[in-house]
Every structure is written in C-alpha cells, then in structure tokens.
C-alpha cells in the first residue's frame, strides 16, 4: 500500500521551517515519527524514525548533524540515497543559499520550531565511529592513528569491497563490454602506471603508501621488477606478506611498516604514489615531496596519483574528516604541481580521471549494496551505514566535479637535463 500523505504534523511544521529559514522547498520526500509526510512525491524519501535525529542537526547544524543521524539509524532514506543527495544539492545550488548562517532572529525561529516538535532534550552522543584524535596535527604518531582508523577496519570487509586485487583507488575505464568490469579497470589502471613509469626487468619500484600493495604485486608478476611498500597500516602489511608468500615473491617484494618520513636507502629507479598524498597535509607536503625526490635516481620516473579538489575548502568535508579520512587534505592540482616543482622534479604529464572515478565509486557502492547483510555482519550496523553514506556521497562529488583525481608523471633530471625526454615514450592511454 502506497503512502498516504498526512500533511500536518511533524513533517508539515519541518517543512514549513525548511522553506522559510533555508529559503528551498523540500528537494525530497519527507516521513516524520509521527507518521506525518511532506515534500514531492516519486523521490527518495527521508524517514525521521525518532525526535533524537534532529537533535543530532540541533546541535551540529549541517553536514555532520546529518550524518550522526544518518549514521546511528535515527534517520534513514528509503529509495536511492545518491538520487537523494543529489536532489538536495541542485535545490541548494539552485537557491543560492551556499552555507546557511543564522542570525539572531533565525536561531529564535528555529528554537521555537524545536521546542513545539518536541526536539530540545540532552546532546545525542556521536556513533561510535567517529574519530576521536588526539596530538599535535600530522604529527607521526597522529597519522598513525589516522591510518588505523579508516585502513585497520578488517581486511575482509575490503576483500569483500574492493574485490581480490585489493586496489583501493580509481580505476582506468577502457572496456565497455559485459566481460569488462571494476577488476579490468583495476587491472588497466596498474598497467597504465608500470607503463608511464617505463619499468623495465630488474628495476627497483617504491610504492610509498602502497595500500594492500596492489601495485607492488602487479609490477613484480607483470614487469619483473623488485618492488618496495611503505604502509602505515599494520592490517595492510599483514596483507601484503601473506600475498607476497603465496605468488612466491618472497625476495623480489617486500613491504615496510613506517612512516614515509622514515624512508631511507639508496634511491629506486621508479617511485609511486596512489592517493596517498591527501593523507599528507598541506603543511607536510614540502616534506612529502622532498621525500619521493630523494628516493628516486636521477633520470628515474615518479607517478602520483592523487584527489583534489578546487576552492578554498581543502579538506574533504566534515563527514568524511570525522568519520572516514580525518586530517585530509585535498588541494587543486596546480598546488601539488607546485609543490614538486619546488622539491626539484620536472612535471611532464598530468592526466584527469575524474569520470573513471564516479564509475569506479559506483561499482563499490553496487557491490556494498549486494553484499549488505554480509557487511553488517563484519562492520556492524552503524559503520555499514558509515561505508553507504562515504560512498553515495563521495561518487556524487566526483560525478559534479566538485572532486578529482589526477595521475601526475614528473622526473628527477639530471644536472644537464638528461633523463626526462623519455618520460612519456610508451605510456600509452
């Protein structure tokens, strides 16, 4: 049985306050706890489910009340969650509101909106999952915690996400068929790395935040190369010497559980970065990049593969900082170009991947949705929630291009210049 709209109530006042503080009309369907409905019909419907899940938004206004709300189940969304976002998105753009920011007779209005629905009570505590850091910002034994947070969740989860290569970034589209799937573009974007890198038999590969060493295995078995990882994550390295073990690498891979300001050795013939660098911070990327200019050889090739983002706002938003990536840093990329200028590379190539990003969110989000009950069963309900949430939201910020990803190629010259006229030879797209 359908729905029944029952204008009054709840939803009706929610509304009414929504139009007349935000300025927007309800961009989709509304239930309250009383039962009570607003907003259009035919569109993913908000489900207050208790008074608690606008007291989250009470006192956290915007993103991250709704997400703690989200989040702990005391309001949920029936239909398509990416549809839902974004509607509310283009009903937010399209009203020129940008951030709301109340006056003194707003937050009197919304005060008395509170107390007639019964709202004002004790501050909801957040979910469970929300970060809780302590220390001096990107200090090491902060990132270490950091890292933990978000990477140390189980590796079966990401086994079960991310599928058996274990590849936790952008995938490179270049297949349409039935045949042709995330594993492919996963496969495509590793063999697109090796060939810009012109990884020759006997080389030495670094991979410095190698994540469950996608790339380090795929150089070794396809390129013949001796590959190094350099991992925060105790779980990823884990990981990666159980791999390493069973393809029979042993001697030709290896991984290295540190902080990437505790590199050191001789320098690599290649050195890589996938989506590591947002994990940095603007202020330690100097440091960052001096790091991977050190360790390569003069003449060898550096590929970094990193998110950013334009505007003022270089942090991936309040969400996914408190839950997801806290302390992330995503940047234009003309400011990490700067930066490794600065640190002595020579930029010879920037490729955009943004719409094989939104494509490969959306095989994550698809396989998450598949797979629920089995990730319920391994997170638990509130950090599932967590995953669908990062993953409607993030896939939307690509596909609107309010996020990107970049696949920069730079070389170490040597002093006459020498080393970088072959950069490009054989990267082919």
């Known amino acids: 049985m359908s729905e029944q709209r029952k204008p ?33 019909e035919g569109s993913p419907r908000v489900v207050l489910r208790n008074r608690r899940a606008l007291r989250h938004v009470l006192y956290r206004p915007g993103e991250l009340g709704l997400a703690r709300a989200y989040v702990s189940g005391d309001l949920d969304v029936r239909g398509d969650l990416t549809d839902g976002l974004r509607r509310c998105w283009s009903a937010i753009r399209a009203g020129g509101t940008g951030a709301v920011r109340f006056g003194p007779a707003q937050w009197r209005r919304l005060l008395t909106e509170a107390v007639a629905l019964g709202v004002i009570g004790p501050r909801p505590a957040p979910p469970a999952g929300e970060a809780k850091l302590a220390g001096r910002l990107h200090s090491r034994s902060r990132d270490r915690d950091v890292i933990a947070h978000h990477y140390d969740t189980g590796n079966e989860f990401y086994e079960l996400l991310l599928g058996p290569n274990m590849a936790y970034s952008s995938g490179y589209w270049t297949g349409t068929g039935e045949d042709y799937g995330l594993a492919e573009a996963q496969h495509d974007k590793l063999d697109l790395i090796c060939r810009k890198l012109r990884l020759a038999e006997g080389d030495r590969l670094l991979d410095v935040g190698c994540g469950w060493g996608s790339l380090i295995l795929h150089a070794a078995r396809h390129h013949g190369v001796h590959a190094t990882g350099v991992t925060l994550s105790a779980q990823q390295a884990a990981h990666i010497q159980g791999r390493i073990d069973e393809l029979g690498l042993r001697g030709q891979v290896d991984v290295r559980l540190q902080d990437y300001r505790e590199i050191s050795g001789e320098p690599f013939d290649a ?155 054989g990267a082919a797209r």
């Open 8 to 40: 009054r109530g709840a939803a009706h006042r929610i509304e009414r306050a929504v139009r007349d503080l935000i300025g927007i009309p309800l961009p989709v369907g509304l239930t309250a706890w009383d039962g009570s409905t607003a907003g259009p």
């Open 271 to 425: 050195v890589a970065s996938v989506e590591m660098g947002e994990h940095v911070g603007e202020n330690q990327y100097p440091v960052y990049a001096a790091t991977l200019h050190r360790m390569l050889r003069p003449g060898g090739n550096l590929l970094i593969q990193q998110m950013s983002r334009a505007g003022d706002a270089p942090g991936g938003g309040a969400f996914i900082e408190a839950y997801i990536a806290a302390d992330m840093s995503m940047v234009p990329v003309g400011h990490t170009l700067d930066h490794l200028e600065r640190a002595g590379l020579e930029i010879r190539d920037v490729q955009a991947m943004r719409e094989h990003y939104t494509r490969t969110v959306e095989e994550w989000a698809r396989t998450l949705d598949r797979n629920w009950e089995r990730a319920v069963a391994l997170l638990g309900p509130e950090q599932a929630r967590t995953w669908r949430l990062y993953l409607a939201g993030g896939g939307l910020a690509f596909e609107e291009n309010r996020m990107g990803v970049n696949q920069i190629l730079a070389t170490k010259t040597t002093a006459d210049g020498r080393g970088a006229a072959a950069a490009l030879a």
